[in-house]
C-alpha cells in the first residue's frame, strides 16, 4: 500500500502501452468496520482517504516523457483498542524513455516522502526509493512489465520484483496491472459503465514518536493489506468518473515496531474484514 502504498506509484505508470486509462486526479475514500466474520483475532477499523495528482509532461508527441506525481494519504482507525492516525505526504518523480529497443519502453522514478503519526514532530520520517519498470509491446493488444521496486522502510530495506501484464481481450474487456501491486478486470457495459474486479496489495510503513528520548529510539505502524473486491464505474461525463467497490481483504496486518541497532520486536495483529469504498476521478481513457 502505496505506499508507501504501492499501487498508487505503479499506477502512474499507464502512459506508455499500459492499460485502458489514465486518472489525471484522483479521491478515494475506503472504510473497514471493526466487526468482521473473524471475530477471534484483533479488531480493526480503517478510515482510509488518499488523494494524487498526475502530471505526464511529454517531451515530444508520442515519444519521451516525465511523471510528476504528488499524493496524500490519511488513515485513522483503531486496532486491538488502540487508537491510530497516520498520514502520508509524497512525491513521485518519474521519465519515462520510449522506444529503448524495438516495441520496448522504460519508465524509473525517484519517490520520497514523510510518512508519520499525526501531531508529532520527528526528524526521522522520511523515507526514499524507486521503482525501474520495463514495458514489452508483444502487439496491439498485448503487453507485459518487468522490473522492481525498492524503498527504505521503517523496518527495514524494502525489495519487490515486479511482473505486469496489459491485455485488450476483445473490445469490451481489458486486464491490466502490475504484481504484487494490483491487478484489473474491467468490461464495459456502455460507454459510461464499466464494472469489473480488482486486487491491490498495500504496504506502508509509518514513524511513532520516540519512546526513547536519551537513545533516539523510534516506534513505527507496519501496514499490509491486499483488499479483493467488485466495482462499478460510472461516467458522469466523458470525463468525471464516480467509482463504488466493495470486497474482502487478505491477510491483513498491523504491526506495531521498535527498531535499534541489534534488536527488532514487534506486535502483530490480524484480522480481515469487508471494505467499501468510494472514488472520484478526472480520466482520460487511452483506448
Known amino acids: 500500500m502505496k505506499k508507501i502504498i504501492l499501487v498508487l506509484f505503479i499506477s502512474t505508470y499507464f502512459l506508455s ?23 477471534k483475532t484483533s479488531p480493526l477499523q480503517s478510515n482510509f482517504f488518499t488523494a494524487d ?13 516525465i511523471i510528476i506525481n504528488p499524493f496524500f494519504t490519511n488513515n485513522q482507525g483503531e486496532v486491538s483498542t488502540k487508537d491510530f492516525h497516520v498520514i502520508s505526504e509524497a512525491l513521485l518523480i ?8 524495438q516495441n520496448w519502453n522504460l519508465l524509473s522514478s525517484f519517490i520520497v516522502r514523510r510518512n508519520t503519526e499525526v501531531d508529532i514532530d520527528s526528524k526521522d520520517s522520511w523515507q526514499y526509493g524507486g521503482i525501474l519498470l520495463a514495458t514489452w509491446k508483444k502487439n496491439q493488444d498485448v503487453s507485459f512489465k518487468f522490473g522492481f521496486y525498492y524503498n527504505k522502510e ?16 476483445d473490445a469490451k474487456n481489458n486486464l491490466f496491472g502490475v504484481l504484487p501491486g494490483y491487478m484489473i478486470f474491467e468490461h464495459k457495459v456502455v460507454p459510461k459503465f464499466y464494472y469489473g474486479f480488482a486486487f491491490r496489495a498495500f504496504t506502508n510503513s509509518y514513524r511513532e514518536e520516540i519512546i526513547d528520548p536519551i537513545a533516539g529510539n523510534s516506534n513505527y505502524l ?21 467509482s463504488a467497490e466493495a470486497g474482502y481483504t487478505i491477510l491483513r496486518r498491523y504491526r506495531y515496531g521498535f527498531k535499534e541497532e541489534n534488536i527488532h520486536t514487534k ?14 476521478a478526472y480520466r482520460l481513457r487511452l483506448r
Open 267 to 280: 506486535t502483530d495483529y490480524k484480522n480481515d474484514n469487508f471494505y467499501f469504498k468510494a472514488s472520484l
Open 94 to 101: 518519474g521519465f519515462l524513455k520510449k522506444d529503448i529497443f
Open 154 to 169: 521503517f523496518f527495514g530495506n524494502y525489495f519487490v520484483p515486479l511482473v505486469g501484464l496489459d491485455w485488450k481481450i
Open 17 to 39: 502501452d499500459a492499460q485502458p486509462y489514465l486518472d489525471i486526479v484522483r479521491l478515494n475514500y475506503t472504510y473497514s468496520p471493526k466487526q468482521g466474520l473473524n471475530e
Open 222 to 242: 507496519r501496514i499490509d493489506d491486499n483488499p479483493l473486491g467488485i466495482y462499478a464505474d460510472t461516467y458522469l461525463s466523458k470525463k468525471i468518473v464516480l
Open 53 to 65: 495528482v498526475t502530471f505526464p509532461i511529454e517531451l515530444k508527441k508520442g515519444g519521451d516523457a
